[in-house]
């Protein structure tokens, strides 16, 4: 079997359904043997939209997403999504073509070395040759897959496609052991001590679907909950325990229930998205993820590092009994920051197309958002309903996710209504990911929140006292035309062109841009200064 027919077989037998990327010369015997084995090569019209797109159908389905880029600057460009993978915990790989043995160390066109360039983005990076292939191969897949989940990288050679493997085909047995350091006595006695404890919900139980556990714990501790961004819809929006999202608008109200906190337990949480230190109370914290997580110095800290099911076993060494109700002064706090956010929607702003939006999207749309002031928006006042269908990048919060990310979901998903909110910003980096949702006919929604500047960094320069500067992306009307890259363009100005905007673009069965004009005021009042 030739290195290419192998690299697809193996790819077919673990379920992947298609490769995202853009091929170059030495890629094409990949994509005929990719073909062959019922694999779909996505064509992008960026490689980093490659990377975010496999990173996405990795969350949604479970399985390794796989993305492709040539030499040099296809492989700096894909860069940015591996980067998202890795720090946003997804389990991808990544195909780049190298140079041959006999050029690779020469001074050649598009020629830099892919193993260093990739080394500090991805789990672990390999160059195949005839003999490596296969456990090469079979290793990228284990590796991408163990805690954390993250990308790993795997160079082709050009001249490797066509030779036949001669090296073993067996599946590769080496494990990596995990590294525990746990504290289960001094655990159990801050549990059995704790009179109101407070459940912070993070990233890694949000992967590892932990919702329904999480709920039945709840059930029998109510306790105030916190999440983290990437948690969001872990447990209903409506939940008596959910107090809101850490970091994002409003999340100062929070602090309410710090003051009557004498314990924190970190469920599933990774602090890529959010360090512990920018916000716990001056109470012990246990920690309890999947890995040993560092955290610094001063920390009174208790870690566990293990299997889900042994956390809450743990945590069941809490006392329903002695525990002293705070759910009042959580529902205080979040009817307080809804008050906040209603009393935005008076005019239109962000949050009145945010409400809008979610009023009259189906129950099970899948919203995807992109890195900006809306996001803090959406991270606090969106409800993801039953089914948590809201996707984001925060452990990398990479400007230009929205879009691709849109793209992958409605791949995966065709019936479901995919929407993406982003700002002019964001949407300006992977406006050429129209033509990708052309190509495919994926009908997605793209709410592009207009106000023409870099809103959030015109924020964090208001707050060091600074003028403005460098913030101004256009003046005048982003698009100024119905119709763009052959898509229509429908303009939302007020909330009654909002909603009507919304109904069309649902309606219309086809990939459409709703450009939201809106007064960006509204988010200083709103996001949190940091």
Not at 38 to 63: K, P
Not at 119 to 137: D, M, W
Not at 162 to 168: L, M, N, R, T, V
Request: with cysteine.
């Amino acid at each position: 079997m030739t290195v290419a027919d192998f690299l697809a077989k193996r790819f077919h037998d673990t379920g992947i359904l298609n490769v995202f990327g853009i091929p170059g010369g030495p890629s094409l015997p990949y994509l005929e043997a990719f073909r062959k084995a019922g694999l779909e090569f996505i064509l992008t019209s960026n490689e980093a939209a490659a990377g975010i797109m496999a990173d996405v159908s990795a969350r949604l389905t479970g399985i390794p997403g796989v993305c492709h880029a040539t030499f040099g600057p296809g492989a700096t460009n894909i860069a940015t999504g591996v980067g998202g993978a890795l720090l946003d915990r997804s389990p991808v790989i990544v195909l780049t073509s190298e140079l041959d043995d006999t050029m690779i160390n020469r001074t050649s066109q598009m020629n830099i070395s892919h193993q260093k360039l990739f080394e500090p983005l991805t789990k672990a990076t390999f160059r195949i040759n005839t003999g490596n292939a296969a456990v090469s191969l079979d290793s990228a897949l284990r590796i991408c897959m163990e805690e954390y989940p993250g990308p790993v990288h795997i160079g082709l050679p050009a001249d490797m496609a066509d030779k036949e493997i001669i090296g073993p085909v067996s599946k590769s047995s080496e494990k990596i052991i995990p590294e525990y350091r746990n504290d289960i006595d001094r655990i159990v006695s801050l549990l059995e001590d704790s009179r109101r404890p407070l459940l912070a919900v993070g990233l890694t139980a949000r992967r590892l679907g932990l919702g329904p556990q999480i709920a039945s714990f709840l059930e029998k501790y109510r306790i105030p909950v916190v999440i983290t961004p990437m948690a969001k819809g872990i447990i209903p929006f409506n939940h008596p325990s959910y107090t809101g999202v850490l970091f994002h608008a409003l999340s100062d109200y929070i602090e309410d229930i710090f003051e009557k906190t004498d314990l924190v337990i970190g469920l599933g949480y990774d602090p890529v998205e959010y360090n512990y230190e920018e916000w716990i109370p001056e109470v012990p914290l246990i920690h309890f993820d999947t890995k040993v997580t560092d955290l610094p110095a001063g920390v009174n800290v208790a870690g566990y590092s293990g299997a889900p099911e042994e956390w809450f076993s743990i945590i069941a060494n809490l006392n329903p009994g002695l525990i002293i109700p705070e759910l009042h002064i959580v529902r205080d706090i979040r009817n307080g920051m809804l008050a906040v956010f209603e009393g935005f929607t008076g005019h239109f702003g962000p949050v009145s197309a945010l409400k809008i939006l979610r009023e009259e999207l189906p129950e099970t749309s899948i919203l995807t958002v992109d890195v900006g002031s809306h996001l803090h928006l959406a991270g606090q006042y969106w409800d993801p309903g039953d089914k948590g269908n809201i996707l984001m990048t925060n452990g990398w919060s990479s400007m230009g996710f929205g879009i691709p990310a849109a793209l992958s979901a409605q791949l995966i998903n065709p019936d479901s209504t995919v929407a993406c909110i982003t700002g002019d910003g964001g949407f300006l980096m992977m406006a050429g990911e129209i033509m990708t949702a052309i190509r495919y006919n994926l009908p997605v929604i793209i709410v592009v929140i207009s106000d023409g500047e870099l809103n959030l960094i015109r924020l964090k320069q208001s707050w060091k006292d600074l003028a403005p500067y460098g913030t101004i992306i256009y003046h005048g009307d982003l698009f100024g035309t119905d119709i763009f890259l052959g898509i229509k363009v429908l303009r939302a100005n007020s909330q009654e062109s909002m909603r009507k905007a919304v109904i069309k673009a649902m309606s219309l069965h086809e990939p459409v841009i709703i450009n939201t004009v809106i007064d960006p005021e509204d988010y200083k009042w709103l996001i949190v200064r940091r």
